[in-house]
């Protein structure tokens, strides 16, 4: 927060007496910010008590009268499903690999839209596209690159000697999660690398400078100068992302629509809610999910303190 | 001087990769609204492996926009463009009140409304579709254009509040103050001094805004059925003439015209809507 002087001095002074131009501001403060907080809170306050309520109890849309309190069995049922575990799986590696490829990737971008000269604005353009797309779009484009029949993909491998050209890479786990991953990426390294473009743009040129000047090879200044400043950059990019990547829906939807094990956490949850409405099932579900988000968000918010504590010394 | 001149060709060079790995699924993309369906399913009909068709024809665009595609994909677009807009409208008025007193008032609570803007951000969607399809059900939202206007309010305000809070706390304040002394009344001072620095950063947020409305996939196809189904719900949902054709030109060609008006926005936009994505993020 920008603590400026004036604002301290209005703030010993409020301790004495609050004068009636604070007064005033707090009020005019409250009300102006008051709609936009109200609706955040009843719009996702509201559902998620909901979403805790329902997972105590036993519940089908369908069936409401049917409704009756059964603790934690919601919980106990998701938990001892192998369906559970294999979406938890799928989750958490495609989470880590479009997260670490992003980041090089981004980076490597990042860094090329920053020392650039020639055709910069074309670059820094053209790479901002793929973002801008609907990721049902690229998910779609991505799906029948890859078909067979279809698709670019295996007549291009065709090309390469001693391979078959009709590979069906939405037959098994690992093929699909390889072009899940590869449009997810496609679509969000470009906001990686702009939220690492924006930190390169921070770091100290003159420390390059005198890097160079003592005879620090390119790659030891990228280590010891350009890595360290960009550390706050880095670290908002991985939280963003991976809590993005985490919650990964649209890109396995179009796809595979969860086939050979390729369910998300988020796509079992609109499973069992949508397809087959079990509120209650997939309210623990939800909750569940929350919780994963909110430990992962825990870890991130806590390395930061540790960032800003070191900034500021 | 000679240091400066490599280092500029390496940085070219590497910009030739890049660049390809972004264009090519975008031109694959065109190449697939532009093949007939029985150019789909016969790589002949194309050359460089597949990739463009010999005879491009714009049939699919014309099933889409006239034809027996058009029923389905039209409705859909104005769904798009009443939600995202009507979205984007009532999420920037809100954040921009709420900016305005975090940049610019003291008051308590300041940052326990930004937390509260970083904690719903980080609400995975999907959490939220179980409870809000249950109440819509029930009290006759469900398919219906604020259903899910409704929910992008959440999907958008913390973003808005972040973004337009970063750009208000660049404005200089003093000038309204200075304005004042010069004889102006304080809403001549706000109008003619304030709301001009402040338009940018309200304009870029909600660009912003109407990409995260128009990208959302959740919410439209779990909140909607038919009525107010939205173009990426429609997309995925969508069917060929007969239960064993694929409608993929058809698909790619709704895909393309939806996707050029956002390409253009990003032309013209582009140093803003890079501002705005980072400002808010990286400073915050």
Known sequence: MSAS????????GAKARLSDRSRSEQRLGWKLAMPAFVVMVLVTGYPILQAVWNSFFAYRLTDPDNRHFVGLNNYLVS???QVFWSAMWMTILVTVITVVVELVLGFIIALTMHRIVMPRRTLRTLVLIPYSIITVVSGFTWLYAFSTGTGFVNQWIQWMPGIDASYNWFGGFWSSLFVISLSEIWKTTPFMSLLLLAGLAQVDTSMEEAAKVDGASWLQTLIKVILPSMKAAVMVALLFRTLDAFRIFDNIFIMTGGANDTSSLSMLIYRQTIDRTEIGLGSALSVILFLCVLVIAAVFVKA????????RG | MKQSAKGTGIWSVLAIPIMLWTAVPLLWMLSLSLKSAD???????????NFWPKDPTLENYKLIFSGGASDLFMPALRNSLIVCLLATLISVVLAMFCAYAISRLEFKGKKMILVTALAVSFFPVVAMVT???????????FDTIPGLVIPYLALTLPLSIWTMSAFFQQIPWEMEQAAQVDGASSWQAFRKVIIPLAAPGVFTTAIITFFIAWNDFVFAISLTSDRARTVPAALAFFTGASQFEQPTGAIMAAA?????????????FQRRIVAGLTSGAVKG
Do not use: N
Request: proline share 7%; charged share 20%; aromatic share 6%.
């Open chain 2, 131 to 141: 409870p809000l399809f249950e109440i819509w059900s029930k009290t006759g939202l």
């Open chain 1, 5 to 12: 002087t004036p604002t301290q001095e209005r703030a010993k």
């Open chain 2, 256 to 268: 393309v015209v939806v996707t050029i008006p956002v390409v253009i926005l990003v032309l013209v």
């Open chain 1, 304 to 311: 930061f303190k540790v960032d800003l504590a070191e900034g």
């Open chain 2, 39 to 49: 150019m789909l399913a016969d790589p002949d009909a194309s050359v460089l492996g």
């Open chain 1, 79 to 81: 938990l001892t499903d």
